[in-house]
């Protein structure tokens, strides 16, 4: 099992940043992408970005290319997601989640652990 937990989120302007992050505890091993998910009230979860857990290929959604960068620290076991120019269709519940197969996705049923969710709320 993957133990997953968000912090980071609130309350912000629009062009304003947040820095998001998520620490991962028991079986990390077991990972191999981590990945940054996002759902607004009445809309499915949505794809925001991933990282390989042991190297550097990244991945983004359209939406927010250029605006949020994922990284992460292996020895603290943590992924973060760096908020920059936000908007107000940024809004939503921010979910880490982990995934243990080697190939990347950006579908929400390939993953495996999720953590609870940080709000995030850019107001205009």
């Known amino acids: 099992q993957v133990q997953l937990v968000e912090s980071g989120g609130g309350l912000v302007q629009a062009g304003g940043s947040l820095r998001l992050s998520c620490a991962a505890s028991?079986?990390?091993?077991?990972?191999?992408?981590m990945g940054w998910f996002r759902q607004a009230p009445g809309k499915e979860r949505e794809f925001v970005a991933s990282?390989?857990?042991?190297?550097?290929?990244?991945y983004y959604a359209d939406s927010v290319k250029g605006r949020f960068t994922i990284s992460r620290d292996n020895a603290k076991n943590a992924v973060y997601l760096q908020l920059n120019s936000l908007k107000p269709e940024d809004t939503a519940v921010y979910y880490c989640a982990a995934r243990g197969a080697t190939k990347v996705s950006a579908l929400s049923d390939d993953y495996d652990y999720w953590g609870q969710g940080t709000q995030v709320t850019v107001s205009s």
């Open positions: 028991g079986r990390t091993f077991d990972i191999y992408y």
């Open positions: 990282i390989r857990w042991s190297g550097l290929r990244l």
